[in-house]
Each structure stands twice: as C-alpha cells, then as structure tokens.
Nanobody, 122 residues
Framework: QVQLVESGGGLVQAGGSLRLSCAAS????????MGWFRQAPGKEREFVAA????????YYADSVKGRFTISRDNAKNTVYLQMNSLKPEDTAVYYC???????????????WGQGTQVTVSS
C-alpha cells in the first residue's frame, strides 16, 4: 500500500507560481512512476505531468509544457510540481498518483492522493 499526501495548493494571481508537493509512504517509492493529474469543475480528470522512477524521464501535457516542471527526491519520498506563469484555466484540484505496475508514464496509475486545490485568479 502506498499513501500519497499532496500539499502546496492555494490561491494565486495569473502569472504567479506555486509548488505542489506529494509525500509518499513506504520504502518502494523509488520504484514507482509518479504523475500529476488535475480536474477542473465540470470536467474530466486530465493528465498533467509524469516522471520515471529514476527521474531521468519526464512527460508533460501540451497545455503545461514550458510552464510546469515535475521533479522528485527519492531520498525524501516526495514528488514536486513547480507551476509557473499560471493561468486561470489551470484552476483545478491537482492529484498526485503512483504507478506501481510498470514503467508507463501515462497509464497504470493505481494509487492516488486526495488532491489539493489550485485557484488562479485573473
């Protein structure tokens, strides 16, 4: 079992920055692909970014490429999402997820956090 706890959400003006963190329990964090997803009101949950178990590979949704950066610290069992140049359309609940099954970056996520709200005002 893996427990994921997100933090760092909040209210920010357009153009601002936020850094989300996701702390994971357990000793096997370094084996997992980690990802960030988001869900805006009235919309389906969508992929934001993912990082391989070693941190050597990352992948981003086109909507955040160049603005968001995913990273991880396996010694701290934590994955981060640095969000810059935020836009009102980035407003959503952001979820951290872990893929314990395979090395795929877009699919296979079987553990999810509770989410943290990010609100970007115009």
């Amino acid at each position: 079992q893996v427990q994921l706890v997100e933090s760092g959400g909040g209210l920010v003006q357009a153009g601002g920055s936020l850094r989300l963190s996701c702390a994971a329990s357990g000793r096997t964090f370094s084996r997992y692909v980690m990802g960030w997803f988001r869900q805006a009101p009235g919309k389906e949950r969508e992929f934001v970014a993912a990082i391989s178990s070693s941190g050597g590979s990352t992948y981003y949704a086109d909507s955040v490429k160049g603005r968001f950066t995913i990273s991880r610290d396996n010694a701290k069992n934590t994955v981060y999402l640095q969000m810059n140049s935020l836009k009102p359309e980035d407003t959503a609940v952001y979820y951290c997820a872990a893929n314990s099954k395979n090395s795929a970056l877009l699919t296979g996520y079987d553990y999810w956090g509770q989410g943290t709200q990010v609100t970007v005002s115009s």
